[in-house]
């Protein structure tokens, strides 16, 4: 009799004594989702388990030449019956938004409707009336998150709302080197600054709809505002000391991982919009693009000290990957 209560004992208390698996956090990524086409991408995202999903602008297309806005409330409409239930109802979501869901192709601080895209913008993600972003102009924000007891701090910029004019033709820009030139505009940068300065975290994922590292290409980019993107290194490099930070973009229809010295950016684009299959190169570029329907992961681990970003075909395979230890 005593043995065979000893048995269910011994057991329990190796249970009990037993390391406890422990899980990281895991994030989908992906932009340029356009509501009139087809998404069976999303099932291969499902089998990734993602426990919540960044998109990274160009939400829906809901822009005109006009700039109206009637286009884009249909946008909405439509995406609401297209994406996942799965993905709505039990995933933590994260959006910004880019040129398309902004309502002018390559628009900026001068569109006329933007304080009215806004409204529409936070409304269809469900952003809280309590949420900074019901209350200022620009859908940028900062949210804290705690992973196996680091502090992971994500930010998402607003490249479009406060943005100075481009110069040069479309898909042909030039270098804005004016002073007073701007991305992201006074009132935000001075956000940025004090968030990035001031934080406690350990790791730091900034949020772009387009892209920070790269130079070569004639669209949309950071490089397009030098004087911008030098002062965003700069704040990237001096924080980076002692906390991990990595970029995540979208924007492009096409996919690729960046990497200056120790900062390291993925690309995730485009969930459903092929880009045109010609070769792009770039000095920060490891290895190269990908211009094929795609998604991205964010794997942020800190039991493993790391963090792994990857991009996947619409099938789900790896195409590409990357790992980044956490300082």
Same mark, same amino acid.
């Given at each position: 009799?005593?043995?065979?209560?000893?048995?269910?004992?011994?057991?329990?208390?190796?249970?009990?004594?037993?390391?406890?698996?422990?899980?990281?956090?895991?994030?989908?990524?992906?932009?340029?989702?356009?509501?009139?086409?087809?998404?069976?991408?999303?099932?291969?995202?499902?089998?990734?388990?993602?426990?919540?999903?960044?998109?990274?602008?160009?939400?829906?297309?809901?822009?005109?030449?006009?700039?109206?806005?009637?286009?884009?409330?249909?946008?909405?409409?439509?995406?609401?019956?297209?994406?996942?239930?799965?993905?709505?109802?039990?995933?933590?979501?994260?959006?910004?938004?880019?040129?398309?869901?902004?309502?002018?192709?390559?628009?900026?601080?001068?569109?006329?409707?933007?304080?009215?895209?806004?409204?529409?913008?936070?409304?269809?993600? *469900?952003?809280?009336?309590?949420?900074?972003?019901?209350?200022?102009?620009?859908?940028?924000?900062?949210?804290?998150?705690?992973?196996?007891?680091?502090?992971?701090?994500?930010?998402?910029?607003?490249?479009?709302?406060?943005?100075?004019?481009?110069?040069?033709?479309? *898909?042909?820009?030039?270098?804005?080197?004016?002073?007073?030139?701007?991305?992201?505009?006074?009132?935000?940068?001075?956000?940025?600054?004090?968030?990035?300065? *001031?934080?406690?975290?350990?790791?730091?994922?900034?949020?772009?709809?387009?892209?920070?590292?790269?130079?070569?290409?004639?669209?949309?980019?950071?490089?397009?505002?030098?004087?911008?993107?030098?002062?965003?290194?700069?704040?990237?490099?001096?924080?980076?000391?002692?906390?991990?930070?990595?970029?995540?973009?979208?924007?492009?229809?096409?996919?690729?991982?960046?990497?200056?010295?120790?900062?390291?950016?993925?690309?995730?684009?485009?969930?459903?919009?092929?880009?045109?299959?010609?070769?792009?190169?770039?000095?920060?570029?490891?290895?190269?693009?990908?211009?094929?329907?795609?998604?991205?992961?964010?794997?942020?681990?800190?039991?493993?000290?790391?963090?792994?970003?990857?991009?996947?075909?619409?099938?789900?395979?790896?195409?590409?990957?990357?790992?980044? *230890?956490?300082?």
């Amino acid at each position: 009799m005593k043995n065979y209560i000893c048995i269910p004992i011994i057991s329990l208390c190796l249970i009990l004594i037993s390391p406890t698996k422990v899980f990281g956090y895991k994030y989908g990524l992906g932009s340029c989702l356009d509501q009139d086409k087809e998404q069976s991408i999303w099932s291969s995202i499902e089998k990734e388990d993602i426990d919540g999903f960044i998109f990274l602008g160009d939400n829906v297309y809901g822009d005109l030449a006009s700039g109206k806005l009637s286009k884009m409330q249909r946008a909405y409409e439509i995406q609401k019956t297209k994406l996942p239930r799965w993905l709505m109802d039990d995933k933590e979501i994260l959006a910004i938004w880019d040129d398309h869901d902004f309502g002018l192709n390559d628009g900026g601080g001068d569109y006329f409707y933007k304080k009215e895209a806004e409204k529409m913008f936070l409304n269809f993600w *469900n952003i809280s009336q309590s949420d900074p972003r019901r209350k200022r102009e620009g859908i940028y924000f900062k949210q804290i998150k705690i992973i196996e007891g680091t502090v992971v701090e994500i930010i998402g910029l607003d490249t479009r709302y406060f943005r100075s004019k481009l110069k040069g033709k479309k *898909n042909a820009y030039k270098q804005n080197t004016d002073l007073d030139a701007t991305i992201l505009g006074q009132d935000q940068w001075a956000w940025l600054d004090s968030s990035i300065s *001031n934080s406690s975290a350990d790791v730091i994922v900034i949020l772009s709809s387009i892209q920070i590292l790269a130079t070569n290409h004639p669209y949309e980019k950071w490089s397009n505002f030098p004087l911008e993107r030098s002062r965003l290194l700069k704040l990237i490099a001096d924080a980076s000391k002692d906390k991990t930070i990595i970029a995540i973009t979208g924007d492009r229809h096409k996919s690729g991982i960046y990497q200056n010295n120790n900062f390291v950016e993925i690309t995730a684009s485009s969930l459903n919009k092929s880009a045109s299959k010609g070769i792009e190169t770039d000095p920060l570029l490891i290895g190269k693009t990908y211009p094929i329907k795609n998604y991205g992961l964010l794997e942020i681990e800190p039991s493993k000290s790391q963090i792994t970003i990857s991009i996947h075909n619409k099938n789900g395979q790896t195409l590409d990957s990357k790992t980044i *230890n956490i300082h």
